[in-house]
């Protein structure tokens, strides 16, 4: 099954830094890796999403990136905010429908 | 439109003792899930269903069933409580699955509120 390993766990930065967070997966099949964002006490929702038939997408201070051929996504977040400050979570799909996550990253913007 | 709606959202069981999950969604998505999380360990896959009728185990399933009799509900049932399924639970669904030759969609997840669920 897909493995999805993601790096660094914890993170600390300054207000108005970037922040970049890396996973890798295993399976070759899959083709959609999502970014959901967990607010401590609050469900995961997603941020941002790529598909594999696209090697980037930006929604305004949140960007991904897609490396098929070394099977890594990446999440750049510009110009930090507190409010920024969660548990982001990795995934990617496996057998085409289920997703599996990674362990999470726990991000602290401090001002 | 409540999305998806979990119950209980808080339960203490004693070693043994066995409960169910509910979780309902009125999005007529087709797939759901179920995931525990733990300090450290992310959301880990339960079971999944990609429609009434059918489920899947996912990464960690021993200890937990599942059953899919209509789209609406995907309940998550504890036979024999541990205190290692001490946890979180999130019943999640999404407009998901497979488009025959088409091969397979995967779309947003949509999350419930969660189920704290202590084991002693």
């Known amino acids: 099954g897909e493995n999805v390993e993601q790096h660094p766990s914890t993170l600390s930065v300054q207000e108005g830094d970037s922040a970049v967070i890396k996973c890798t997966y295993s399976?070759?099949?899959?083709?959609?890796f999502p970014w959901y964002k967990q607010e401590l006490g609050k469900r995961p929702q997603l941020i941002i999403d790529i598909r594999s038939n696209v090697g980037e997408k930006k929604d305004q201070r949140i960007a991904v990136t897609l490396n098929k051929t070394a099977k890594h996504f990446s999440l750049h977040i510009t110009e930090t905010q507190p409010e920024d400050s969660a548990v982001y979570f990795c995934?990617?799909?496996?057998?085409?429908?289920?997703?599996?996550f990674g362990k999470g990253t726990t991000l602290s913007v401090s001002s | 439109n409540a999305g998806v709606t979990q119950t209980p959202k808080f339960q203490v069981l004693k070693t043994g003792q066995s409960m169910t999950l509910q979780c309902a969604q009125d999005?007529?998505?087709?797939?759901m899930s179920w995931y525990r999380q733990d300090p450290g360990m992310g959301l880990r896959l339960i079971h999944y269903s990609v429609g009434a009728g059918i489920t899947d185990q996912g990464e960690v399933p021993n200890g937990y069933n599942v059953s899919r009799s209509t789209t609406e509900d995907f309940p998550l049932r504890l036979l024999l409580a541990a205190p290692s399924q001490t946890s979180v639970y999130f019943c999640?669904?999404?407009?998901?699955?497979?488009?025959?030759?088409?091969?397979?969609?995967?779309?947003?997840?949509?999350f419930g509120e969660g189920s704290r669920l202590t084991v002693l």
């Open positions: 999005m007529n998505h087709e797939y």
């Open positions: 399976d070759s099949a899959s083709n959609y």
């Open positions: 999640a669904s999404s407009y998901s699955g497979h488009l025959g030759l088409a091969g397979s969609y995967t779309g947003e997840l949509f």
């Open positions: 995934a990617a799909n496996q057998a085409g429908t289920a997703l599996i």
